[in-house]
């Protein structure tokens, strides 16, 4: 046997019985994921555009400094402050870490909701759609 006897015998391509039904499993699947993955950018465009409609747009009934005015205090209650006792300091100690653990929270809440993150965010987005569509035109040559 020769080297190309050998060269040919790799190059053409092997036949088996139930070559349809594979061809027509494996195009299935490649529409279902093909399907999935337009469906996700489409509702990720969806999800982007409410949540740029929302930075554009600030409804007078959502924000937290509304709903914090409008509810009354809450007045303290004697009996568990009484009850405390011993404890006393070291629940005042994680109440006060805790009060400013929320604090530094709320400044990444904030630059969460700046239009610098918006259009880093929505860059970003763009990108990976351009992406996506010159990777779908590839696939198509």
Partial sequence: ??????????????????????????????????????????????????????????????SSTAQAATRPAAAPDATFEASLGFGRELVENVANGLALALSKSTDYLAFAQSPLFFWISFSLCMSIVGLYLVNMREEGV
């Fill in 1 to 62: 046997m020769k080297d190309e006897d050998l060269y040919h015998l790799f190059q053409t391509p092997m036949r088996f019985d139930d070559e349809p039904a594979f061809q027509d499993r494996v195009m299935r699947r490649l529409g279902a994921k093909n399907w999935l993955r337009q469906g996700l950018i489409a509702l990720a465009g969806l999800l982007g555009g409410l949540y740029a409609l929302t930075q554009l747009v600030r409804l007078p009934g959502l």
